[in-house]
């Protein structure tokens, strides 16, 4: 069994910066793909980034290309958020995929979830 903890999701201005991180206990971390996802207000959950289990092949949503990183180490996946826009307000969830290296943005394709953390742009 695999735990998600995220972290880091604050109130910040609009333009200003931002990391999230997500924590990997229960299981090897390495051997998953990661993924970020946002669910706006009153919107469906969506993709954001992905990351391969090597750490090598990153994949990101057009809205967020150029300012969003995602990136890891062993048992910790990040989101690097800067130039922040108020429509980047959701909450933000982490998830791990254990079907392969490799998951992109499908949201079936993830097999374990995070509580998610709130981030505010305003």
């Known amino acids: 069994h695999v735990q998600l903890v995220e972290s880091g999701g604050v109130s910040v201005e609009a333009g200003g910066s931002l990391r999230l991180s997500c924590a990997i206990s229960g299981d090897t971390g390495s051997s998953f793909c990661m993924g970020w996802f946002l669910r706006a207000p009153g919107k469906e959950r969506e993709g954001v980034a992905a990351?391969?289990?090597?750490?090598?092949r990153r994949y990101y949503a057009d809205s967020v290309k150029g300012r969003f990183t995602i990136s890891r180490n062993k048992n910790t996946v990040y989101l690097q958020m800067d130039s922040l826009k108020p429509e980047d307000t959701a909450m933000y969830y982490c998830?791990?995929?254990?079907?392969?290296?490799?998951?992109?943005?499908?949201?079936?394709?993830?097999?374990?979830w995070g509580q998610g953390t709130q981030v505010t742009v305003s």
């Open positions: 998830a791990a995929g254990s079907s392969g290296s490799w998951c992109g943005l499908t949201q079936s394709d993830y097999n374990y």
């Open positions: 990351i391969s289990a090597g750490g090598i």
